[in-house]
């Protein structure tokens, strides 16, 4: 064993990454519209040890305790070494996971007991196998994930999770954040290259969950802030003025992958009129990215700008209809906060999960109140949050 080795083999790392909203721009951004999505300050930390072969009193196991399901999944080293074959563990840029690859892993999966009503986790499980040997290799180690999100429910659960992963285990490598760590125990913050390299393989990993991801979740857990993405490029905005959002859990279970192959059928039976309707968000979130830099000093400016956001995100949710991923659960919230005169929209996937409605600067604490307890007595669950706060963070105890 290396010095260096024996250096990893001590290392705790825990790395935590936000969900997200997105603004506007779900599913047209997969067919190439710009969308604009900021962090929120709800985070998912996955927490890595790494250990020695005979250190955890066997033969050593790649373990991954899913702390908020109270669920512990456990695989020998052996076991990994024989399906996949001796991976290394690789410290630049990503392989895309092969069909022998994900096949093997979907073999692993075999002998874990998942609950048939957590049958879900498995996608999560698979990125996971997938992230850490890749990563890693087949050594020893111990990853214990929590998380403040909703899973499946649009807040970008399954980056936050690749996120906050990828940024541990490549931190563990000594691939990112070489020459960091002040020994005091504090959340740390990653130069760009390291952030791009983390968000590579999260995306890597949310193309296992996903099937098909445009990439824009992943990147506004990685980098934070508000940004505006298309076509894989990623523009910061000022958001000058804060966004206020209400956010609505229906709690109706929905998965974006198969609402994101939805929309991809729909397009191919409708090609012109779903052009069309593409072409329509991404005006809609090109004006929305202007109008959020604007900054508005006064109320009558603070007000107008407001207005132009709420008519924005009505139109974009006029058009999620028309792609086929709203949902009964949805109009209801739509209908209630409209009684109070705001405007909602879904954010995410849609089907289900979450509804976002602006919440006017002028008015937050009256209305807020009022419309929450409303929906909340629709068994929905509501909660406010930050916007446009820190991507990745690690701590290396
Ligand atoms: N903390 C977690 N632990 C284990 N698996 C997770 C965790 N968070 C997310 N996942 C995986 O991600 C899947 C949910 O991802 P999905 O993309 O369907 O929803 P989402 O990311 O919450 O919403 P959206 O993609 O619309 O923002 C889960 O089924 C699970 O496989
Ligand atoms: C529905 C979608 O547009 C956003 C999910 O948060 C999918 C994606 O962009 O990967
Ligand atoms: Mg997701």
């Known amino acids: 064993?290396?010095?260096?080795?024996?250096?990893?083999?001590?290392?705790?790392?825990?790395?935590?990454?936000?969900?997200?909203?997105?603004?506007?721009?779900?599913?047209?951004?997969?067919?190439?519209?710009?969308?604009?999505?900021?962090?929120?300050?709800?985070?998912?930390?996955?927490?890595?040890?790494?250990?020695?072969?005979?250190?955890?009193?066997?033969?050593?196991?790649?373990?991954?305790?899913?702390?908020d399901s109270a669920l512990v999944f456990s695989?020998?080293?052996?076991?990994?070494?024989?399906?996949?074959?001796?991976?290394?563990?690789?410290?630049?840029?990503?392989?895309?996971?092969?069909?022998?690859?994900?096949?093997?892993?979907?073999?692993?999966?075999?002998?874990?007991?998942?609950?048939?009503?957590?049958?879900?986790?498995?996608?999560?499980?698979?990125?996971?196998?997938?992230?850490?040997?890749?990563?890693?290799?087949?050594?020893?180690?111990?990853?214990?994930?929590?998380?403040?999100?909703?899973?499946?429910?649009?807040?970008?659960?399954?980056?936050?999770?690749?996120?906050?992963?990828?940024?541990?285990?490549?931190?563990?490598?000594?691939?990112?954040?070489?020459?960091?760590g002040s020994g005091v125990e504090e959340w740390e913050l990653f130069g760009k290259d390291d952030l791009e390299l983390v968000n590579q393989w999260a995306f890597q990993g949310e193309k296992i969950i996903h099937g098909k991801p445009s990439g824009i979740d992943n990147s506004v857990s990685t980098f934070g802030s508000m940004i505006k993405f298309k076509k894989g490029e990623l523009t910061n905005l000022k958001s000058r003025n804060p966004v206020k959002m209400l956010i609505t859990d229906t709690r109706v279970g929905r998965n974006t992958k198969a609402l994101v192959a939805g929309v991809s059928e729909r397009a191919s039976r409708h090609p012109d009129a779903m052009a069309s309707v593409f072409h329509a968000v991404n005006s809609i979130s090109e004006e929305?990215?202007?109008?959020?830099?604007?900054?508005?000093?006064?109320?009558?400016?603070?007000?107008?700008?407001?207005?132009?956001l709420a008519e924005l995100m009505e139109m974009n949710q006029g058009l999620l209809q028309c792609m086929g991923v709203s949902h009964s659960s949805i109009e209801t919230v739509l209908q209630t906060t409209l009684k109070y005169s705001l405007v909602s929209k879904l954010t995410g996937a849609g089907g289900g999960g979450c509804v976002l409605t602006l919440i006017p600067t002028l008015s937050a604490n009256i209305v807020l109140e009022k419309v929450a307890t409303e929906l909340e007595s629709h068994g929905f669950r509501c909660f406010k949050v930050e916007v446009g706060g820190r991507g990745l963070q690690v701590c290396r105890g």
């Open 1 to 67: 064993m290396s010095n260096d080795d024996r250096d990893r083999g001590s290392m705790e790392v825990r790395a935590r990454a936000p969900g997200k909203i997105i603004l506007v721009g779900e599913h047209a951004v997969v067919h190439g519209s710009a969308a604009v999505a900021a962090a929120i300050d709800l985070y998912t930390t996955s927490s890595l040890s790494l250990l020695h072969e005979g250190e955890d009193g066997g033969a050593g196991a790649v373990e991954l305790d899913l702390r």
């Open 75 to 180: 695989w020998p080293c052996s076991s990994l070494r024989r399906a996949l074959g001796e991976v290394s563990g690789k410290a630049g840029a990503p392989t895309p996971c092969s069909p022998d690859e994900l096949a093997a892993i979907a073999k692993l999966m075999e002998g874990q007991e998942i609950p048939e009503a957590k049958i879900w986790l498995s996608a999560g499980l698979s990125a996971f196998l997938y992230l850490y040997t890749s990563i890693l290799g087949c050594r020893p180690g111990k990853v214990v994930v929590t998380s403040d999100l909703p899973i499946g429910a649009g807040l970008g659960s399954s980056a936050a999770f690749c996120v906050s992963m990828s940024g541990a285990l490549l931190t563990a490598a000594g691939t990112v954040g070489v020459g960091g």
């Open 288 to 308: 929305l990215s202007s109008i959020v830099e604007l900054a508005a000093e006064d109320e009558i400016a603070i007000t107008s700008k407001e207005d132009k």
